[in-house]
């Protein structure tokens, strides 16, 4: 007999926070996570996450309706019909973020009654995936980044990320001596990675590219605003270093125009963005098909199952020091750790992820 979805339920376990991280356009007001669970007519669940946004309203007034009553191994038939709903209302946003967290607590749900893990389902056998530090927001001073860094270093990352667009993108120098400060501290066996988060022109992008070229930062994250994907190609075009973007861009479609602008060498989808494990399967065979590399942003727990089957697959996002891991911890009672730098995907079924259901329970919103 067919399983269906009887109820698709929305947790908001999320909290003030106390000391704001900021990067250069975005200040992190709140931690936590929005979380999705659907339950079948047989009782069985599955759970999907995305970021700390309000995304009940659009799961209750136009998603509910479309996702109960269907069965839920038709992962395709209900993205489309998710897709659809939210057409008018919204491609991108809040609306594929709601339709991200279902489509990941679909497959959850796919893999415990297949009894599979969902890198398994994917066709991937590998185990342990590389991972990087995300070590400094701007809230961070030169020095906290430093010791930070260093800590990392003796747990095994071999990769770190820092922050730079102090000032809103318009104080190059403090910038380049953030990235200086970290070279001379880590020493030149290790890789950096460096993120603007969209805070530079074309130009003065290009410039800051020639200078981390010399300090061999081995990639250089969103130089320009999402949106200006014309200028990111020019920055590449310039670049001596590699050139990420893509973690605020959405679906295939936006994944299509960063490939055919030939403005990027590493993708960098989010997996509760993007539109979830059916959207990022398309956005990484077309990642791979273009030659480049796929290097999910955050949520390793999710995005180690998609890099698994990926020769293409370069490595996860971690934040081994954020605010929300505490919240993080107790919604997930099995978190994995990262050891020497890896990621080692559990081996249960669906996303091998024990979620607490009597904690979330207080923070049901519908």
């Given at each position: 007999?067919?399983?269906?979805?009887?109820?698709?339920?929305?947790?908001?376990?999320?909290?003030?926070?106390?000391?704001?991280?900021?990067?250069?356009?975005?200040?992190?007001?709140?931690?936590?996570?929005?979380?999705?669970?659907?339950?079948?007519?047989?009782?069985?669940?599955?759970?999907?996450?995305?970021?700390?946004?309000?995304?009940?309203?659009?799961?209750?007034?136009?998603?509910?309706?479309?996702?109960?009553?269907?069965?839920?191994?038709?992962?395709?038939?209900?993205?489309?019909?998710?897709?659809?709903?939210?057409?008018?209302?919204?491609?991108?946003?809040?609306?594929?973020?709601?339709?991200?967290?279902?489509?990941?607590?679909?497959?959850?749900?796919?893999?415990?009654?297949?009894?599979?893990?969902?890198?398994?389902?994917?066709?991937?056998?590998?185990?342990?995936?590389?991972?990087?530090?995300?070590?400094?927001?701007?809230?961070?001073?030169?020095?906290?980044?430093?010791?930070?860094?260093?800590?990392?270093?003796?747990?095994?990352?071999?990769?770190?990320?820092?922050?730079?667009?102090?000032?809103?993108?318009?104080?190059?120098?403090?910038?380049?001596?953030?990235?200086?400060?970290?070279?001379?501290?880590?020493?030149?066996?290790?890789?950096?990675?460096?993120?603007?988060?969209?805070?530079?022109?074309?130009?003065?992008?290009?410039?800051?590219?020639?200078?981390?070229?010399?300090?061999?930062?081995?990639?250089?994250e969103e130089p320009v605003p999402a949106d200006d994907i014309q200028g990111l190609?020019?920055?590449?075009?310039?670049?001596?270093?590699?050139?990420?973007?893509?973690?605020?861009?959405?679906?295939?479609?936006?994944?299509?125009?960063?490939?055919?602008?030939?403005?990027?060498?590493?993708?960098?989808?989010?997996?509760?963005?993007?539109?979830?494990?059916?959207?990022?399967?398309?956005?990484?065979?077309?990642?791979?098909?273009?030659?480049?590399?796929?290097?999910?942003?955050?949520?390793?727990?999710?995005?180690?199952?998609?890099?698994?089957?990926?020769?293409?697959?370069?490595?996860?996002?971690?934040?081994?020091?954020?605010?929300?891991?505490?919240?993080?911890?107790?919604?997930?009672?099995?978190?994995?750790?990262?050891?020497?730098?890896?990621?080692?995907?559990?081996?249960?079924?669906?996303?091998?992820?024990?979620?607490?259901?009597?904690?979330?329970?207080?923070?049901?919103?519908?």
């Amino acid at each position: 007999m067919t399983q269906k979805i009887a109820a698709v339920e929305v947790y908001m376990p999320v909290f003030r926070a106390e000391n704001p991280a900021f990067d250069s356009s975005f200040v992190l007001k709140s931690v936590g996570h929005a979380v999705v669970r659907i339950v079948t007519d047989d009782g069985l669940d599955g759970y999907g996450m995305t970021f700390a946004e309000p995304i009940g309203e659009y799961v209750k007034e136009i998603l509910a309706e479309v996702v109960v009553g269907q069965d839920p191994l038709t992962h395709e038939d209900i993205w489309n019909s998710m897709y659809r709903a939210t057409r008018s209302s919204g491609r991108k946003g809040l609306a594929l973020m709601a339709i991200s967290a279902i489509d990941i607590a679909l497959w959850d749900l796919k893999g415990k009654i297949l009894g599979q893990p969902i890198y398994r389902l994917l066709g991937g056998g590998r185990r342990k995936i590389p991972a990087y530090a995300s070590v400094g927001f701007l809230s961070m001073s030169s020095d906290e980044v430093a010791e930070k860094s260093l800590l990392y270093i003796k747990e095994g990352y071999r990769v770190l990320k820092i922050k730079v667009g102090y000032d809103g993108g318009k104080n190059l120098t403090a910038d380049i001596r953030r990235v200086e400060r970290l070279r001379r501290e880590v020493g030149g066996e290790i890789e950096i990675i460096v993120d603007a988060n969209g805070a530079y022109d074309v130009s003065t992008a290009i410039r800051l590219a020639k200078s981390l070229a010399e300090l061999g930062v081995c990639l250089f994250e969103e130089p320009v605003p999402a949106d200006d994907i014309q200028g990111l190609r020019r920055v590449r075009d310039a670049a001596c270093i590699p050139i990420a973007a893509g973690e605020n861009e959405y679906t295939k479609y936006g994944c299509r125009d960063l490939l055919l602008a030939e403005a990027v060498d590493v993708l960098q989808f989010d997996i509760t963005r993007a539109g979830g494990f059916t959207e990022m399967i398309k956005i990484s065979a077309m990642t791979q098909a273009w030659n480049l590399r796929l290097a999910p942003h955050f949520w390793p727990q999710l995005s180690a199952h998609l890099l698994s089957p990926a020769p293409h697959g370069l490595y996860l996002e971690a934040f081994p020091a954020a605010a929300s891991g505490a919240v993080t911890a107790k919604v997930i009672k099995n978190q994995p750790p990262i050891r020497d730098g890896h990621y080692e995907l559990p081996d249960a079924p669906g996303l091998g992820l024990s979620f607490d259901h009597e904690y979330l329970k207080q923070f049901r919103v519908f």
